[in-house]
Structure formats: structure tokens, C-alpha cells
């Protein structure tokens, strides 16, 4: 048994002990087959039920009502204390399988309506066969061309026990956990799971959907130091903002996504066409919320089926769902986890250039590898297959510049190492430059990071960077102590050392760079109580608060930014309604002297606003993530692991 300080770091840090077997590593060179995504897949991978219901929402629901068919997986069986009771309940003797069963009849009730269906429809159950012979339950329902599987693996869930639940599991690969049966089960016996087998059932799940779009919770949470009777509170893990199981759940998927990787390209085989993305967990409670009330309603709806009620009759004799969730319960609760849904690595979405011919080209993740699609004719609008650039495994954005002689310079953060092959768990920031304008990129090379040590060096974001006037390139990054970190590139492609900015700040994943007019370079952050503005690396007076990351274009004296107010729908700038509500990320950018927007409106579908003018995106594959603006065109990654390019109709912009 491990002790329970060696748990606790277990828990926080995902660190890695010296393995059984040798994993995979990191395999930037490029040239790899890619494969051809026939079809929109998503699977997702929890820690608990629910855990998709307040976190991944409302992007799952968005792929579902698109008719992406999603398989949804529960590493732990929820079991907790075995108590499902609410005031006014009688009490009862804890009863684990009880407990577990009743949760899993509230994901079966929510994810009925969420297909349009009575909450109560029946569902198929069946047993799944899973790598190494084990055995998990599987719940399908179909409707109207929707289709949902729920695959429940039933291990452990975290408690105080810490030496036998999943965080140590990922500490301590000589552990074994045994599963729980959940009452009523057609899974009539337990299993074992050691942490390589777990790794290996999700791979073999991975192989059996081969999804193309993967939904994971954050392997790296932010640093939260609060005293112990805060961090009970809050139900987080000591020092840091998340739950144990979110953690350790996450650290394994990410695993088993490296090793598919690594196992699909093995003899040259192609590699798995899939977008990836993690969302926050418990980090919601910290920081200003962002979804609007119509959001907020819809996200919230999806889980008074699950929370369920005692009086219900769902036909389940181990209840009705999850009761402490039930009614009005997430809405009131004060840790206000369901009020927001936040990216793990916000990103602007593909990094998009015109080449010297004219055509588009947009750079994105694709199977944790940066890869490039080519517009195939000038205007077409249509995308050639995906070139393989290399670099994984890479968190799921990328940043980008452009140097002053149209080379493209793309900047990622590299899984450097991440269990199942003995080295630290460690992150990178990576570039890869362009050797000529349109033409092929130099090898991969290593920035660093700007943390000392691996545990706090998984902390950073996405890299941001803009090229100055001058010709410098600023890259910029968010740290562990969420300020913000920089390093400039000189004409002749050297780099300085990482600098901090100025400022005793903290600030949000999610940096927004530019230029000026003047040539002074802008960098602005959603904060905790304000936006942090910084002018060439000075920090200037902050701006309102906003819930989201803002979007800025030059301005007359330096920049406009726009931003939405924390759990607001309106878009202002300098507290004007600029008419385009919606919720989340916002690109902006000037054409032809006015000022163009992109973004998502309430009911999720990308809009565009250009001349007074709003058009919405209604048909086409369900976008993932953000999408980017190039002019006035959007380019975003689909569901089918393919981008698209949308150019509202010209006749819109025909004099009236």
C-alpha cells in the first residue's frame, strides 16, 4: 500500500514510477499517412457520471443534436458513499451498488431526452468484452438516427481510502483495482485492473469506436492553495483545483490516446484521424462564469433528469437518479461548477495563411500531430487532404506568426512524457518554422518552458505570439502561477531566455495578441477581477471584467477590445452593445476598414457579422471548439475531423 503522502502527490501530480512495459514517446517527425475519417464519432471519458453533464456541456449536446452518435465512458462507478438521500428522505443503510445504479438510471434519463425521447424510454443493456477479457455494462438507445452507448467500467471511486482508488492507480503500477457490480447489472462479476490494463481498455475502446472527436477532462489542473476546510468544501484534491478521480481519469486517457496513436502507425499503418479537446473540472468555481442565462438553462436542464427525484417512477428499484443533483440543486449550489464550461487549451482555432498562389491553408491538431490542409484551387472552398507535419503529441492548439517574409512559424505544447515509459511527466513548448513561404517546415525544435520542475511546467497554456513591425516575434504563455511568461525571437531567429510579465496577476488560459497601428504590441487576459492589458510588456490600467477571453483589432490610439461580461450574452466594447450575443470565444478582425466578427450564438451555431449585418452557419458538419477568421472567411475543424471554410453569400453584401 502506498502512504498517504505519497497519495496525495499521486493524485496531483499524475507522476510516473518506473514502468512494466515501455510506452510510447514523443514521435515528431512528419510524413506520417493519415487516415480518411469516413464518418463523425465522439467519445468522451469521465471520471463519474455526470462529470459530462457539468463539465463537457453544452458541446456534447451540440454533436448530438448534429446527429454525431457518442459513446460515453465512466471509469469509476460513482459509488461514493453509497448514500442517495436528500432532506425529507428517510434514512437508509448505505448501499454502494445501489447508489452506483441509481446514477447510471440518471445518465439513462438524461441522455433520453437529450436525444428527444421520454426520459423513462427503455434502454438496451448489455456486456462488452474488453481488451484482456474484462467486462463492462453497456446501455444503447437509438432514435431518429441519434444513437448513444454508455460503457460504465465500475472501478473505485476516489474517498479517503486514497490508496485504493485511480489516483494511486496512476502512481503505482503495482496496484490492482477491483471493480464494483452496480445493483441490477448485467455485468455479473468483478474484475481487476492494474494501470497499464487500464490503459490498454481504453485503447481498445478508442479502437473499437475509432472516434473523431475525443472529449477528456484536464490531466493538468490548475495550482489552488486553500486551507483544508475550504478544500473539503470545494471537494478538490489538496493543492490543487480539481477532484482526485478528474485527474487521474484524465492522465490515463491521455495515455491511451498517445499509445492508439502509437499503436495505429506502427508498421506505417495511418494515423487516426481525431480532434481532441479537455475541459475544465472544478476550476469553474474560481474564476467569473461564462454562460449566459440561455445557455446556463439549457446546460442545466440536462441535469434535473439525471438528479432525478425519490417520487419518480423510472422502473429502476435502486432510484431514480442521482437525488443531490436533482431540481434546481446545480443551480443553487455555491460551487457554481455548472455555470461554466472552459477549455483546458482555449485556442483560437486553426491557424489559417494565404499562400503566394492565393489558396488558404489552415494548421491544426489532427491525431495529437500538427497537420496542414491546402484549399485545393484559389476560392474553392474545398480542402485537400491533411500532410502530416509531425510534433506529438500535442495538446489539441496551436499558435501561430507569420514572419515578415510570409514563413509560418506554428508553436504547440508537447506531451514530452506522460506515463508508460518511465521519464517525468513533463510539458514542452515546441516550434516548428516554416523553410519558405508556402513551401516545406524545418525539424521541430524545443523552446523549453517556462517553469523549473516538471509538476508545475504541466501548469502552462497555449502559446500566443504575433510578429512586431520590427520583425521580432512575441510569444507569450500562461504559467503556473497564472501570470503570463514571454520569449522574443530576433530577426536572426534567436530566442531570448523566458521573462515574466510584470504584475501581480492572475489571468485565464485564453491570451489574446496583437499590434497596433503604432507597432506596439498588445497582449490582454481575462482575469479574475478584470482583463490585464499589457503594452509592450508594460501592464497598463485593467479593463472590465469579462467571463471569457476577449477579441481586440487596432484601434484609433492602440486597440478596440471586445469581451462579454461574466454570465452575459451581449458582446460590448467600452460598455456598447455591439449586437452579437452568444456565449464563448469571439475572433474579431478588420477588413476592408470595418470591423468583422465570429463567434457562437446561444444556440451554438457559428455566426458572422460584417457591415450591420449577422449570418448564421446552418448547414455543414457540427463545428468543434473555436473556429478562426481570415477576412472575413471562417475556418474551423468539424466533427468529422476535417476543416471547413464558410464565406457568408456575397449577395448579402451588395448594395440594398
Known amino acids: 500500500m502506498l502512504a498517504a503522502a505519497v497519495a496525495v502527490a499521486a493524485l496531483a501530480g499524475c507522476s510516473v514510477p518506473a514502468p512494466r512495459r515501455t510506452g510510447p514517446t514523443a514521435d515528431p517527425a512528419p510524413g506520417k499517412a493519415i487516415a480518411d475519417s469516413a464518418r463523425a464519432q465522439l467519445v468522451q471519458f469521465a471520471a463519474h457520471p455526470d462529470d459530462d453533464l457539468y463539465f463537457m456541456n453544452p458541446d456534447t449536446q451540440r454533436m448530438l443534436d448534429a446527429g454525431v452518435p457518442l459513446a460515453s465512458v465512466y471509469v469509476t462507478a460513482g459509488e461514493h458513499t453509497g448514500r442517495n438521500w436528500i432532506k425529507g428522505m428517510p434514512e437508509t443503510a448505505p448501499d454502494k451498488a445501489a447508489y452506483s445504479a441509481a446514477r447510471h438510471q440518471g445518465l439513462r434519463q438524461a441522455y433520453a431526452e437529450a436525444v428527444g425521447l421520454d426520459r423513462f424510454t427503455p434502454w438496451q443493456k448489455d456486456v462488452i468484452t474488453l ?12 432514435h431518429g438516427g441519434r444513437r448513444v452507448e454508455l460503457i460504465f467500467l465500475n472501478l473505485p471511486m476516489h474517498s479517503s481510502r486514497r490508496y485504493m482508488a485511480l489516483p494511486a492507480l496512476w502512481h503505482d503500477r503495482a496496484l490492482e483495482l477491483r ?14 485492473y492494474d494501470h497499464d490494463q487500464l490503459i490498454d481498455v481504453l485503447v481498445g475502446l478508442l479502437e473499437r469506436y475509432r472516434p473523431t472527436v475525443v472529449q477528456t477532462l484536464d490531466p493538468d489542473p490548475d495550482i489552488q492553495l486553500s486551507d483544508e476546510a475550504t478544500r473539503k468544501r470545494d471537494s478538490e484534491q489538496p493543492g490543487y483545483s480539481d477532484h482526485g478521480d478528474h485527474t487521474a481519469v484524465a492522465c490515463f486517457s491521455w495515455a491511451a490516446l498517445i499509445r492508439w496513436v502509437a499503436e495505429s502507425t506502427r508498421d506505417g499503418a495511418a494515423v487516426p484521424a481525431f480532434t481532441a ?83 488558404l491553408v489552415a494548421h491544426g491538431v489532427l491525431g495529437l500531430r500538427a497537420v496542414r490542409w491546402r484549399e485545393t484551387e484559389k476560392g474553392s472552398g474545398l480542402w485537400g487532404d491533411p500532410e502530416d507535419l509531425g510534433g506529438g503529441p500535442l495538446v489539441p492548439e496551436l499558435g501561430s506568426a507569420v514572419l515578415p517574409d510570409g514563413r509560418v512559424l506554428l508553436l504547440g505544447v508537447r506531451f514530452a512524457s506522460l506515463g508508460g515509459h518511465g521519464g517525468p511527466n513533463r510539458r ?67 530566442w531570448s531566455p523566458w521573462q515574466s510579465l510584470e504584475g501581480e496577476v492572475e489571468v485565464q488560459d485564453g491570451l489574446t495578441a496583437l499590434v497596433d497601428g503604432a507597432g506596439r504590441v498588445h497582449l490582454l487576459a481575462a482575469g479574475r477581477k478584470s482583463v490585464q492589458h499589457w503594452i509592450d510588456g508594460a ?59 465570429l463567434g457562437r450564438d446561444l444556440r451554438g451555431r457559428f455566426q458572422l457579422r460584417r457591415g450591420g449585418r449577422t449570418h448564421t452557419r ?37 448594395p440594398r
Request: net charge positive.
Open 539 to 597: 501592464l497598463t490600467d485593467p479593463l472590465p471584467l469579462a467571463g471569457d477571453p476577449v477579441a481586440a483589432v487596432p484601434g484609433s490610439g492602440g486597440v478596440d477590445v471586445y469581451y462579454r461580461e461574466p454570465a452575459a450574452a451581449a458582446l460590448l466594447r467600452a460598455g456598447q452593445d455591439v449586437s452579437f450575443d452568444g456565449y464563448g470565444a469571439v475572433a474579431a478582425r478588420l477588413v476592408d476598414g470595418e470591423t468583422v466578427f
Open 618 to 654: 446552418t448547414q455543414g458538419v457540427a463545428a468543434v471548439g473555436n473556429a478562426a477568421l481570415h477576412g472575413a472567411a471562417a475556418v474551423g475543424l468539424g466533427a468529422d475531423g476535417r476543416p471547413w471554410l464558410w464565406r457568408p453569400t456575397e449577395r448579402a453584401r451588395l
Open 131 to 142: 481488451r484482456g477479457g474484462r467486462r463492462a455494462e453497456i446501455n444503447t438507445l437509438t
Open 179 to 192: 471493480t464494483h457490480v452496480s445493483a441490477g447489472s448485467p455485468v455479473g462479476r468483478s474484475d481487476t
Open 428 to 494: 514542452e513548448v515546441v516550434l516548428l518554422e516554416q523553410r519558405s513561404p508556402g513551401g516545406p517546415f524545418l525539424a521541430w525544435r524545443g523552446l523549453g518552458n517556462p517553469e523549473r520542475g516538471d509538476d508545475r511546467g504541466r501548469r502552462i497554456g497555449v502559446p500566443v505570439a504575433v510578429t512586431a513591425p520590427d520583425g521580432r516575434v512575441h510569444l507569450f504563455v500562461r504559467d503556473a502561477d497564472k501570470g503570463v511568461a514571454t520569449r522574443v525571437r530576433d530577426t536572426a531567429g534567436s
Open 277 to 359: 479537446n479537455a475541459f475544465r473540472g472544478y476550476y469553474n468555481r474560481h474564476w467569473p462564469k461564462n454562460l449566459p442565462p440561455q445557455v446556463l438553462q439549457e446546460k442545466a436542464a440536462h441535469l434535473v433528469p439525471y438528479g432525478g427525484d425519490p417520487s419518480w417512477q423510472c422502473g429502476d428499484p435502486s432510484g431514480c437518479g442521482d437525488y443531490g443533483v436533482g431540481g434546481d440543486r446545480p443551480l443553487t449550489n455555491k460551487k457554481g461548477w455548472v455555470r461554466s464550461t472552459h477549455y483546458r487549451w482555449p485556442g483560437a482555432g486553426p491557424a489559417v495563411v494565404a499562400e503566394p498562389d492565393g489558396r
